[in-house]
C-alpha cells in the first residue's frame, strides 16, 4: 500500500513536472531567433531594471520545476525500493 501511493505518487508528480518543463520551454523560447537572442547577453549587463525583474521570475520558475522533478524522482526511488 505504502509502496503504491509513492510510486503512483511519483509518477503523477514526474507527469507534472515534464508539463512545467514543456510549458517552460515554450515560454522561454518562442522561436529560434528567440533562443538565439536569449544567448547574446548572458549576463545582461546592459538590461534594464524590468529586464532583470523579468529573469528573476523565470528563474524561479526554473527552480519550482527543478525541484518539482526533485521530488517525482524521490518518491519513485522510495516506491520502487519498498518491496511488495
Not at 29 to 35: G, I
Not at 54 to 78: F, N
Request: proline share 2%; net charge negative.
Amino acid at each position: 500500500m505504502l509502496d503504491d501511493a509513492f510510486t503512483y505518487g511519483g509518477w503523477a508528480c514526474s507527469l507534472v513536472a515534464v508539463g512545467v518543463w514543456l510549458w517552460l520551454a515554450r515560454r522561454a523560447f518562442p522561436s529560434f531567433e528567440a533562443f538565439v537572442r536569449g544567448f547574446d547577453d548572458e549576463l545582461q549587463l546592459g538590461a534594464s531594471c524590468e529586464e532583470r525583474a523579468r529573469h528573476a521570475r523565470w528563474y524561479q520558475v526554473r527552480q519550482a520545476a527543478v525541484a518539482l522533478t526533485a521530488v517525482a524522482a524521490l518518491c519513485l526511488s522510495i516506491g520502487f525500493a519498498i518491496p511488495d
